[in-house]
Each structure stands twice: as structure tokens, then as C-alpha cells.
């Protein structure tokens, strides 16, 4: 029973990050009328952040460096900052890729070439990590 109650929260944790992802698709193409491919890339950086952030700082605790937090504390200042540095991420890749190309009119093709390219290089960034 304890096994099945496992896996059924893990079921709806994977679910509600693939909704995430979906509904971020889903409002992106909605307003702005583009296809983002590199959305999910993007949620990709966002976990690898937030798993870094979380081994520095309880790193930190566990070796009793100066930087101490309480437990709870680590999981909000990882949280909170992995969403402001991911947030930063989205905006900055938004004014150097997208709107430039918005900006000239450019044909939906070189906005869909751009957003996979985008795509690409978050994967292989991360990769080189």
C-alpha cells in the first residue's frame, strides 16, 4: 500500500510539471502568437538551478560556513531565487531572440528557426555543465 501511495504522488508531481509546462506553452502561443520550443528548456535550467542553488547552500550547512540557514529556510531562498535567475533567463533570451525579430516583421519561420536554436544551446549549456 505504501508503495502505490508513493508512486501516485509521484504520478501527480510529474503531472502537474508536465500541466506547467503545457499551460506555459499554452498562454506563450496564446498572446504573443509564437510557438516557443524552448519553454520546456527553460523549465530545464529553472530545475537545474534550483538543484545547485539547494547543494550550495546545504553545502554551506553542512560544512558550517559562515552562510547558514535553518533547513526550511534553504528550501525557500532556493526557491525563491531559482524563480527570479530562471525569470531572468526567459527575459533576457525574450529581448535578444524574439523581439528583435518581431520588432522587423520577420516571417514566423525564422521565429520557430530562433526558438529551437534557443532551445538548442540551453541543452547543450546545460550538458557542458
Known amino acids: 500500500m505504501q508503495t502505490f501511495l508513493q508512486n501516485l504522488l509521484n504520478a ?33 535550467v529553472g530545475a537545474y538551478i534550483g538543484f545547485f542553488l539547494a547543494t550550495f547552500l546545504l553545502g554551506a550547512y553542512a560544512f ?14 532556493t526557491l525563491v531565487l531559482a524563480m527570479v535567475i530562471t525569470a531572468m533567463v526567459g527575459v533576457t533570451i525574450e529581448r535578444v531572440a524574439y523581439r528583435p525579430l518581431r520588432r522587423k516583421g520577420a516571417s514566423r519561420l525564422y521565429v520557430v528557426i ?3 536554436m534557443c532551445g538548442l544551446l540551453l541543452e547543450n549549456g546545460n550538458l557542458a555543465l
Open 114 to 116: 530562433t526558438a529551437l
Open 12 to 44: 501527480l508531481q510529474w503531472g502537474s510539471f508536465y500541466a506547467l509546462i503545457a499551460l506555459g506553452y499554452t498562454l506563450v502561443y496564446g498572446v504573443l502568437l509564437l510557438i516557443n520550443f524552448a519553454h520546456g528548456d527553460i523549465f530545464m
Open 64 to 77: 558550517k560556513l559562515p552562510l547558514v540557514l535553518p533547513h526550511g529556510a534553504v528550501f525557500v531562498v
